[in-house]
């Protein structure tokens, strides 16, 4: 089973306000709790958005498991494990579940079923992936990185603590804007590059609708595996905040600095969301009605 976490990004204010955004991969299974955390602005990959087949692939070789196969108590918790041919059996069990859903999935798929259906009955044996925004993190790690968390949610909490511990990228200084909402100096940009930052450094406007547009995605490359356009990142852009209702969620990952760092930003605090700006209509460059596919 794989847990992965890694750091996109990582920005900190003038005043000494963090904010950092991940990439995640983990057992849907897990993915209810993982969404309690209130203070967390997400995106996630659907299951109505992959392809069965693909699914049905990672499902066949790689199926999301348990890490810790519990002995049946009373409580919430499982202190010791199952040992022996019990924990075999039970193993080999989870995989027969696994296999066999992929095979009802294939089955059903093959009658002509959409995929937005199809799909679900994979999701127990499914990993997911995640985009994860936000200032305020004590108390996941207070909650998560414990022994009473089930046994996979406390691995992603402790591989998001070693990978910010390990983080290598240049943790960005987040300008205070005052007026100049459009220096890309101020934002906290998650998929963009340092060129695109450097080219567009005075449209910020177009790094964050392009930032969203990735992070919308789940990921900086594309679902086909091809580098993102800019024109096709601008015009999912327009989709998104365009479209009624208003798709607002990738909108929340981007943030410019802030003088105060008590100020609340919707879920963050001491820097100002992306999304409050938008709504607000307090950038009235945004504006990409003629975007191109």
């Excluded at 100049?180 to 998650?190: G, K, S, T």
Aim: hydrophobic letters at 40%; proline letters at 5%; a negative charge.
């Amino acid at each position: 089973m794989s847990i992965e976490a890694k750091v996109i990004a990582k920005s900190v204010s003038v005043k000494g306000k963090v904010i950092t955004t991940f990439q995640l991969r983990y057992p849907r299974f897990i993915h209810a709790e993982f969404m309690t955390h209130r203070m967390f602005s997400r995106n996630a990959s659907s299951s109505r958005a992959i392809p069965v087949a693909k699914i049905i692939e990672q499902i066949r070789n790689e199926p999301a498991m348990p890490i810790h196969w519990g002995a049946n108590q009373p409580g919430m918790q499982a202190d010791a494990e199952l040992e022996g041919f019990l924990r075999n059996d039970c193993v080999q069990a989870w995989r027969d579940a696994a296999h066999q859903a992929a095979d009802i999935a294939e089955y059903m798929v093959e009658r002509g079923l959409h995929k937005q259906v199809a799909n679900r009955i994979l999701e127990p044996f499914a990993h997911i992936s995640v985009i994860v925004t936000a200032t305020e993190w004590a108390n996941f790690f207070e909650l998560r990185d414990h022994p009473d968390a089930q046994p996979e949610i406390r691995a992603l909490a402790a591989a998001m603590l070693n990978a910010d511990k390990d983080f290598g990228g240049p943790e960005r200084v987040l300008h205070s804007p005052g007026s100049d909402y459009l220096d890309a100096r101020c934002w906290h940009l998650p998929y963009t590059t340092e060129a695109e930052r450097y080219l567009l450094a005075d449209h910020a406007d177009m790094l964050c609708a392009m930032s969203a547009a990735r992070c919308a995605r789940v990921s900086y490359l594309t679902h086909d595996g091809q580098e993102p356009d800019q024109d096709k990142d601008l015009a999912l852009f327009q989709r998104l905040v365009g479209s009624a209702p208003l798709h607002a969620s990738p909108i929340e990952h981007q943030a410019c600095g802030s003088n105060n760092p008590y100020r609340q930003s919707r879920n963050f605090r001491g820097v100002v969301q992306f999304r409050e700006l938008y709504e607000l209509k307090l950038l009235s460059s945004f504006d990409f009605s003629t975007a191109t596919t």
